[in-house]
């Protein structure tokens, strides 16, 4: 029989991480399509996640980015909003990124549906880029899981406007986990 005590480590076999990344991405999704997606079934290109002005200022900058890249105006600089004087794009959280990668949705399905999307999808990637840091604290697979659960699906994250945040939560913990995976233990 073996005792545990603080000075004793228990090594857990660690699992294919890719496996073990891919699992924690479905259950994500899986849980975000549960807590934000549930108004949307039935009409998502209708009904969006938020409320407020925020929601329909993201979906007009997921078709700002595209058109301006496509038709040379200054991307920064539009005078489609704020007319006749226009307003300088570089004062707002516009998020360029998220309207290039998600510009082919958005002209199919329209940008309440690229939007209901990137609100789906972005909680699950930032819950799976808080699931990696886990791992750099524990092998443990419910473990690192219920701390990408907590930093992401917690009460106090659920409970702000999520369109509010949605550019601020694009990045930074893929930058984080990006930067803390080559360092060893």
């Not at 360029?96 to 990137?118: D, H, K, Q």
């Amino acid at each position: 029989m073996t005792v545990l005590s603080p000075t004793t480590t228990v090594m857990v076999k660690k699992a294919s991480l890719p496996a073990t990344v891919a699992i924690a991405f479905v259950l994500c999704v899986t849980i975000s399509v549960a807590v934000f997606g549930v108004l949307l079934v039935g009409s998502p290109v209708r009904v969006y996640v938020g409320y407020d002005t925020d929601p329909s200022v993201m979906m007009w900058f997921l078709t700002w980015w595209p058109h301006a890249l496509t038709h040379n105006p200054n991307p920064f600089l539009t005078k489609f909003s704020w007319a006749p004087i226009g307003y300088n794009l570089a004062w707002a959280t516009s998020i360029p990124g998220p309207s290039l990668l998600a510009s082919t949705i958005t002209r199919r399905f329209g940008p309440v549906a690229s939007y209901n999307l990137l609100c789906l999808m972005v909680p699950a990637f930032n819950a799976t880029a808080a699931f990696l840091l886990c791992t750099r604290l524990s092998r443990r697979f419910i473990v690192t899981l219920a701390g990408g659960y907590i930093s992401e699906f917690s009460p106090s994250v659920v409970g702000h406007d999520f369109s509010k945040s949605l550019a601020d939560r694009c990045s930074l913990r893929q930058w984080h986990s990006k930067h803390y995976r080559g360092r060893q233990r």
